[in-house]
């Protein structure tokens, strides 16, 4: 029973010790999580839109006719490539609304990453 209780309490130690320490064991690698270095650093609206109108997430969800408006972009956090705030409106007349996308640029091209 003490060794169990040993060992719970070794592995919250070595949780939170990690936790803190983090940062300085694992520094970021240069260019891992951020764009490579291009001319422009974030997608047109044309190119959001063009991606975002590739990307085939579900067979019987097309958006032909859908419309991309970026404003904020930046490093994502969690996988390679840039995340951007965009306003999305599906067919005109539609609702906008308003979700995180990320993109990347692959053979010279932007695409959508999620």
């Known amino acids: 029973m003490k060794a169990w209780f040993l060992a719970a309490g070794a592995l ?3 949780f939170v010790l990690g936790y803190i320490t983090r940062p ?3 520094p970021a690698i240069p260019g891992s ?3 490579v270095a291009t001319s422009r650093s974030q997608p047109t609206d044309a190119e959001a839109t063009a991606a ?3 990307m085939k ?3 019987l ?3 032909p006719e859908a419309m991309v408006t970026l404003s904020e972009c930046g490093p994502s956090k969690v996988q390679f490539g840039i995340e951007c705030a965009a306003t999305i409106v599906d067919k005109p007349g539609d609702r906008p609304r308003n979700k995180m996308l990320g993109f990347a640029r692959f ?3 932007w ?3 999620y």
Request: without cysteine; charged residues 25%.
């Open 12 to 14: 919250v130690v070595g």
């Open 24 to 26: 300085a064991i694992a």
């Open 33 to 35: 999580s951020s764009i």
């Open 52 to 54: 975002f109108r590739r």
């Open 57 to 59: 997430t579900d067979p």
């Open 61 to 63: 969800f097309r958006t």
């Open 107 to 109: 053979n010279g091209q």
């Open 111 to 113: 695409e959508r990453t």
